[in-house]
């Protein structure tokens, strides 16, 4: 089975953590292709760097998906999951959203931990968008950088679990969900100090992408995730004109 | 891996059905173990029966899920879920729930296709209780029975393929699960006739089970799933009393 | 008038407490019978053993309601509710449900107070399930067992305290319901000292029961809690099985 | 127990049956004082004929509710239900949200029926108002007006019967309440034609208020419905004015 | 073009607070009319004045309306808005609702500032009547009078600045609304110490009211806010008897 | 005062079409810019496509918001709304937006009509991710294309006048709002033949950013919509790098 990796934003060391995060859950055997943003932000630290982001996504599935049995977007916002979806006839499985529905199985209420204070409403209206708002306990968004974790990864790693405990203590989170690539192999790290399950979502997404692929659903015919076919879009890369235009 | 799968009905043709349907979509090497209740309701089609099938669901783990990686509920109305996880330390899966949450990877909104005219709203209040309400197109609950599905098979099957165009067509559903454990095999028959993807509560479950087992989450020590450890049970079986008693 | 009143739990004491909070709220003239499980959990205090005392409800029921006017469950999580009102021409009332269909005339937001810190999402769901969640106004999960109750009834009578006034305080609640079969008669004691009305939900399930009977409505020909009838069921008592195989 | 029986508009034709339906539930040595709006709308068939009874109702509860053990609203609208609750330290119950409360015992989900096509978002918003709109099958509101029911009543009564099988064939309606102080004795006669309970609002409201009156709880001395005491109102009758002014 | 700005509340200085915050946001040339509550409650401060002042805002707008463009409610729980949208062939918009629907286009969340301990749950009630309760971050009901706006202006506005504050950082609320009429001349004093929109409820409710004018929408002539024509209402005065007698 | 009028897709006759219904609604004396995408989709009829152009809108606002007072999106998804928000100093108003807020102040549930049998879900997603589901009649997407309103007018009008119907009769709509820049003006044209208030989201839009640049609100310096500053991003143009890049 091979599976494609999307990271959007364009810092290779978000892509290697996702890599690894990846490695750690894929079954034996799993050949894995980890792509990098070439355009867009540097990190997605805001509404205007996400919005970018979707065709930076569409770009790296457009060139890089065919072949592969899933793809995975290791970007904590989902960023453009539906949109591939109804491109691509493969499964399409967003890191936060497997996050929550792989926690949805270890716990009644889940937490939900990212970067960067100004945050915090994006997850919220997130998860509300995957008609999972009720399964969740609380958002905690700290006030620390993806680039944080890579240049003082103790202190992040001190702050996420005094965040961790503020879900369990405070909000009764019976699981917590590290949303963040940058956080791709933290989960582990930290598990033994944890009351409750820590989920990493490339992980998640990992095994729940492999899940999907075996079940060898059809793409549908009918909806709003359907093929589009004979779309006319300009000034994009051959390889996503090309895939806009593909018939249905 | 080794998977448990619970039918706390006592109808053998339910139990192998569920068998069947799980061999299908189980990674090569699983061992799948397939109990049937010994007491409690022949079928489930009411409230009170599936009251009373609580208490088999959690003889039958009492007994059978030592030595198990993951147990999967195959009985659609995902009987005793919620206390299974908190009794087992293994990943718990029910068919509806699985179905769900796979589904919600394919579809924005999922048509729900059951037997029994009178089961409708307890499918409606069950997804409620899972928290995917939203993500619910609609519920079709045929005046069929689980018996019938053995005994007149083609009659069934377009009883099930006028109701799964029902909730395509009037409710909009970009993907149908068929929720009964009896229907465990006909989703791959009925799928070239239907435009969306078709999905059955067994295979999603055994898919879902076996990532959720790759996981290797912690069990919770807080929170309401936690092992309680040390709880005095009276007229069960010695396994269901010593799995009641074993301490946190 | 006749009621039964039900507690599915095998603790003598708290059938005693429910029987004598029942008595000060219950008509002139009406005839109490109340009765104790004897398979089962001794308390109930976790999912699994309220998974179990569902059976335990139903036997109980099937050799003690004919011949009575309405059933009252002398359980705060409602056991069997809805598996109880398919079974059984009369009318059927839970303590909790009665609790917040009671407190709904006197609070646009109720408090829920209850034992067991576990225990709290439980109530939420059950409150939830119920389709009154907007009415709640927090849940207050006292880290106290109901043994406790009889034992220490001084320390556990100020903790009740203290949690009912952080409901009004922190929540905003305008009246607070004691939930707990074996609070059943703290409510009177404690209301000189709280500033909004405390509800007993044995009492408020007795009046409500009293009232519901009052109506004489028929029992439904239609939809999910009309009497199902013809049903098969082993291995339970005798009682139980004709319950289930009397026709519709 | 003496009830008082409030009708803001003023057609008399409609408190008689809302006595009369009210002598139907009442416990034997009722007494029942049912006094009628003497300004204000005739009929109340809109909004603002709801927002003007508001003030009659003020007026009638300030001069008749002394000496009373609760007061039942018979006025399907449910008119000033929350304020009379702040202004009076005893039990009052609207007949709309009694029915939906006795009816929530009886019903997963009810069926409203009522009078005027364009009263239906009128319900939906005081039923979602109550907290209660998860339990609201459907509205139907007939082209009748209030008056045609003691003029035409045969054509009505059919009418309200093919409404009422509409709430329970489309809409899964499991019990329906008659809403409306004009329909207030149609329940007895139509249930034998009906597959599911019919609720009558004021028979109701009757038994609702005397389990309540029963109860003998308190007045809140927090919240939004504790006595405001000492306020100041100009231009309405003596008794209201007196009624405001009382301390708390 | 003129507008319309209804206090039915019977203080001369919450009209001119209104009055003189209305003119700040008029566009030039705007003719304003406010007209005061000739009987009713001094201010609206709890649930039965509200009640009340129903009427009295019925009796302003039949008496001050003819000739306007649009009718602003200067009264902060849009008392009767509904109504008067039923009666009057103009725009109508109410002064929370306008806060509420402008603050929508600037923040995710909206938080309320209002006076009134008591009044917190009134104000929840009516963002939720109003189909807005998920845009709510919180309600700050501090324990202040109107009055205290006009005698203690520092303090007050020391309190409302703290309260502000509380939403943002509690909260998290992107804009705050001055929910109150006596508070609307404060919004620009305080915004500059506020590092968030402070949105003042009259100013809002002019501009909303003067965008609707300008859309010259016509009425609806089904629905429930359709034209009601020939209703009968008695012991009014003689312009509301005569605005419901209006033929449709 | 100065709008921008941003349409992401290529489309001139678009632009035009929402330029004249700008022209209509405006006050005098307003200018009004309106700039067309240079890449990206020809028209948006697809969730990638949206993903897509949601680029294309940043491109726009960033090379010609400098010196407006308000942008209004002219794409009836509300395309890249918060995003504008957040980079911004200036009041953004998206189309459907403006449309149901509008709407909201002249009935209770609005129905939406748009284009495209795959586009209904689309719009559901969106108006709840507004917060406004609860305000929604239903969805009517209709099998038409928007070049079809520009080639065979009279036809789409047909269709579009029989949608609007359904959506009154069928669905309850006290307002339909005609969702679709194509459409922009439509409503003008078909309002006499119906009997509820037509709205056209370019004219809603129009008047609400001209009644927010008028309340003159400050950026917020706080939460997820305030100003990031000094964001990195590659591959676009200068223009929208350097608002990127633009201090906070």
């Given at each position: ?27 034996p ?10 355009f ?35 970007v ?43 945050m915090?409403?994006?997850y919220?209206?997130l ?10 306990a609380?958002?905690?968004?700290l ?10 990864p103790?202190q ?24 963040g690539?940058?956080?791709?192999s ?37 909806g709003s ?8 879009v ?15």
């Open positions: 089975m091979k599976l494609l990796l999307v990271n959007p934003n364009m810092t290779q060391a978000v892509t290697d953590a996702v890599l690894a995060a990846a490695r750690m859950r894929a079954r055997g799993t050949e894995l292709v980890a792509v990098t943003g070439d867009g932000p540097q990190v997605i630290g805001s509404r205007a760097e996400n919005a970018l982001a979707q065709h930076g996504v569409l770009e790296l599935v457009a060139r890089h998906a065919d072949g592969c049995d899933a793809v995975v977007l290791g904590s916002l989902d960023t453009a999951l539906w949109a591939c979806r109804e491109l691509l006839a493969m499964p399409v499985v967003g890191m936060t959203e497997a996050g929550l529905l792989c926690g949805a199985t270890v716990a009644t209420r889940i937490g939900v931990l990212t970067y960067g204070a100004r915090g409403p994006l919220r209206e998860i509300e968008s995957h008609g999972l708002g009720t399964r969740l609380g958002v905690e968004a006030d620390v950088t993806p680039q944080q974790t890579f240049e003082t103790e992040v790693r001190a702050a996420v679990l005094a965040g961790v405990h503020r879900l369990v203590e405070r909000d009764g989170a019976e699981a917590v969900l590290l949303a690539a940058a956080m791709a933290m989960a582990d790290l930290l598990q033994p100090q944890v009351p409750v399950p820590l989920l990493d979502g490339i992980g998640c997404a990992i095994v729940l992408a492999q899940a999907m692929a075996s079940l060898q659903l059809p793409r549908a015919r009918r995730l359907g093929a589009t076919g004979g779309r006319v300009h000034g994009v890369s051959p390889a996503l004109a090309a895939l806009f235009a593909r018939p249905a």
